[in-house]
């Protein structure tokens, strides 16, 4: 199995061969971390509170690490400004308080990075993270006054997927304001939420794509059409990359315990298979009747599979976030770590699973080296 990238409420540790290799950045809080599969370069993004957000990458595979620069908002106009007009009634406060997604650009844009950004912001980097530059027509939409907090006080972008074939083909997820998509590198952006419903808006809300909740939204490499996202009031696949989405509608057993949960995670070559954590919503969220499962679909959601072999099946209130459940390239490993700091794999899509540790911090992110 490949090693893993742990981020932590106490740092990043990298995992091999089941066992704790090493811990980088001890004692501080983890948000999220990048694979770069073009270049094998690592980034990690650090929330320090009042020393604001971080940016750190490794060429060597954490042997060393190297400073970066964050991604940080302009300084938001006054009057005097001859763009105050677009913004004269944004409440939003233009500063980063968490970098809470990463993504690397296509084949054909080697140095192009993507950062999602709590309040909703979206950074690039042409660079590999030397400089970043707020995407201004996504921030200057005026759809964006009407985003809330999922979660957090503020939006955010917890999701970012680049189209293998087209790098100008960009799809974020965003809580709470839908999918929105950019076919044209970002210079114009479309709401792609049609089909999600909520039940948290008021009635004549429930099918507003701008008010939507997807907790985490998640593409098949193999078949870039096909997207799945784990929303707040359930699960839904698109398979015409976002124009449509459908709603799951398999009947709650012991097999699919519950719509909710945070993480999905998707076969990079079979687009009809994808895992899930549920969970109890809303005040409680924690797995149904105190046990773990992880739910797998193999046929495009219409049947599901509960798997708890190895996973604590009494008095269990781990949560596994949005970040937490990971699949390998090979489709076959699986790493999930929940908010109460256990780590768990699989090496068998997810039928059976293994403790790595019950002792580590609240884990944020996991990630496949």
Sequence with gaps: MASLLVGTRK????IDNQQIKSHHFQGEPVSQVLVDRRTGHWLVALNLGHFGVKLHTSVDQGKTWTALAAPAFPTKPVASDANFADFKDDPTPWNVELIWSLSAGAADEPDTLWAGCIPAGLFKSTDGGQSWALNMPL????????????????????????????SKHVTLGVSCAGVWQTFDGGESWTLTAKGMKSDYTPPDMVEDENSQDPHCVVGCVAAPDVLWSQHHCG?????????????????????FPSVFGFAVAVDPANPLRAWFAPAIKDEKRYPVNGKLVVTRTDDGGKTFKAFDKGLPQTDAYDLVYRHGLAVAPNGQDLAMASTTGSLWVSG?????????????????VVKFV
């Design 348 to 364: 068998d899509a997810g039928e059976s699973w293994e403790t790595v540790s019950q002792n580590l911090p609240p884990v944020a």
């Design 11 to 14: 740092g990043l540790f990298v």
């Design 139 to 166: 921030w200057r939409d005026p759809r964006r006054q009407k985003w809330f907090g999922g979660g957090y006080d503020l939006a955010g972008i917890h999701s970012i997927i680049v189209d293998p074939r087209n």
């Design 235 to 255: 699960i839904y696949r698109s398979v015409d990359a976002g124009k449509f989405w459908q709603q799951i509608t398999t009947p709650i057993s012991k097999d």
